[in-house]
């Protein structure tokens, strides 16, 4: 099973830039749709967008639209997560899923460990 580890993250003031990083390491690690997820306190987990094995992006969520960009690297095996104009409403513990389909909806069965992001006002 493809495991993920997640770097990046941590505490922006408003209208700043982060970038998150998931790294995908295991059997055949670079052929799996990737998606970002996040959480925020006493909220349910929310899709961010996803990337299809051959760098598709297929969806996006409205509210990150124009702001957050994904894109995976030339090995297929790390995929990042570059968020700009940050808003105190993008706080929240991101997530990163590898699954067959890169979709809202579809399943996900490896996850990485999770990683906050905290942007002041």
């Known amino acids: 099973q493809v495991q993920l580890v997640q770097s990046g993250g941590g505490l922006v003031q408003a209208g700043g830039s982060l970038r998150l990083s998931c790294a995908l390491s295991g059997p055949d690690a670079n052929m799996y749709a990737v998606a970002w997820f996040r959480q925020a306190p006493g909220k349910e987990r929310e899709f961010v967008n996803a990337?299809?094995?051959?760098?598709?992006?297929?969806a996006l969520t409205d509210s990150v639209k124009g702001r957050f960009a994904i894109t995976r690297d030339d090995t297929k095996t790390t995929v990042y997560l570059q968020m700009n104009s940050l808003k105190p409403d993008d706080t929240a513990v991101y997530y990163c899923?590898?699954?067959?389909?890169?979709?809202?909806?579809?399943?996900?069965?490896?996850w990485g460990q999770g990683t906050q992001v905290t942007v002041s006002s």
């Open positions: 990337i299809t094995r051959s760098g598709l992006v297929v």
């Open positions: 899923a590898a699954g067959a389909v890169a979709s809202p909806g579809a399943r996900y069965d490896s």
